[in-house]
């Protein structure tokens, strides 16, 4: 099947026709994705100088939403807090429950909506076909959580210690996500394209 233009992502490649057999490939795509998502979670490294640990989510939060694209990218990563704050164990390292979302990274994980609706609006728009915009999209959406972090998180610590302590920390650790994924999308496409699935 071939896709003209680049208002398509990964998902929409070889998504069904019929109107009955799309909604239940976007449902199994939503929770797959709020599943990878949980399961990056668990990549969890407590730091001792702060209450924030290192997490593979962040991955997740930019993967997903690039391949799925806005819609389904929110509604994965919604089902995902969803799923965490109804108990099970799917925030960082194992926890779950409404006190985590009101806890110290409460912030963070409101932040990832946010930045998934900017990834998969920006990779409906073709962002994710070549290195350079990929890596600034994916920057984008982590400044974006970075910012949601740092304002909840003032309200446990002073205001001194929030770059100390909820951003610098996670910054080399994020650029090398954000590298990764800027590699991998833009390969993909070209992949497709050598293929003649799409242009």
Known sequence: MKLRGTTVTYADIIRPQTKSRAKLYDA?????????IALTAQIAIPLPFTPVPITGQMFGVLMIP???????????VAAYLAEGLAGLPFFAGGMAGPAILMGTTGGYLIGFLIA??????LSEQGWDRKVGS???MMALAVLIDYAF??????HFL????????GILPFVIGDALKVSLVAMVLPAGWKGLRS???TK
């Open 116 to 121: 998934a609706l900017v990834v998969g609006y």
């Open 134 to 136: 990929t890596f600034l």
């Open 195 to 197: 293929l003649g699935v």
């Open 28 to 36: 199994a795509l939503i929770l797959s994705g709020s599943l990878m």
């Open 149 to 154: 972090g740092a304002i909840w998180l003032s």
């Open 158 to 165: 002073p205001s001194s210690m929030i770059l100390d302590l």
């Open 66 to 76: 690039a391949l799925l694209g806005s819609r389904r990218g929110v509604m994965a």
